[in-house]
């Protein structure tokens, strides 16, 4: 399941971000990267344990507290610190899958399941040419290339790359939820049902039976479904 989420910065919210990072130092993306990716992998990131990760990490996860988008499609338990990477004209990321278990920084060893991958754009489609994120899973290769402050949500499990940039630097942020589902099936059923009911509602009151009735299948479903 892909889900495109517009909006979840602010312009001016997408504006700080840029100027904070304006001003930082970048490394190379490689340090971050699995054996196996780091082949491939050709591009810019913020170091994680910098106090602009930490501040406009901090940014992001508060947006993300406020968008139902997200919530009803990843279903988030724990979220990794956002990180922030940068490719510039003639850089980019060869096919690969994300690693399974993140470590998270800063937290003595605690380990993640990372169950859903997120990449949030920082520059807008006319700022740089090329830099699409290219996403293969059982619905085939989708090709995304958002506005600034939109994100795309998509299965860990899924083959990704992004392709070379030939003109301008294209910067986003991007981090990995362990979700209250794990299976992408089950989860993109509960996310196709939570629509459902938000459709329902508004044209039926809450208090009609079919309203009840297929909220709590929804909600007996991600009991059911659900690992804490």
């Known amino acids: ?79 990794y610190p956002p990180m922030f990477n940068r490719y510039d004209t003639g850089m980019k990321f060869g096919a690969h899958v994300d ?13 993640m399941r990372a169950d859903v991958s997120t990449t949030l754009f920082l520059t807008d489609p006319g700022e740089y040419e090329g830099g699409e994120l290219v996403v293969e899973d059982t619905y085939g290769a989708q090709s995304v290339k958002l506005e600034a402050g939109s994100m795309v949500v998509y299965p860990a499990t899924s083959l990704h790359h992004v392709t070379e940039v030939t003109r301008g630097s294209r910067w986003s942020s991007f981090f990995w939820t362990q979700s209250l589902v794990k299976d ?38 991600l009991r059911r479904w659900s690992e804490m």
């Open 1 to 79: 399941m892909l889900v495109t989420i517009s909006d979840v910065l602010t312009r001016e919210e997408v504006a700080h971000c840029r100027q904070v990072l304006e001003a930082s130092p970048w490394a190379d993306g490689r340090a971050t990267a699995g054996e196996q990716s780091a082949q491939v992998k050709f591009n810019l990131q913020i170091p994680e344990d910098s106090p602009t990760a930490k501040e406009l990490g901090n940014v992001i996860l508060r947006a993300l507290g406020r968008n139902p988008m997200f919530t009803s499609a990843a279903l988030p338990f724990r979220v």
């Open 99 to 111: 690693n399974a278990i993140r470590v998270v920084p800063g937290a003595n060893g605690f380990r």
């Open 184 to 221: 992408d099936g089950q989860r993109a059923f509960l996310h196709e049902m939570d629509l459902a009911i938000i459709g329902l509602r508004q044209e039926l009151p809450d208090t009609h039976p079919s309203v009840l009735s297929l909220t709590g299948g929804y909600h007996n479903l």
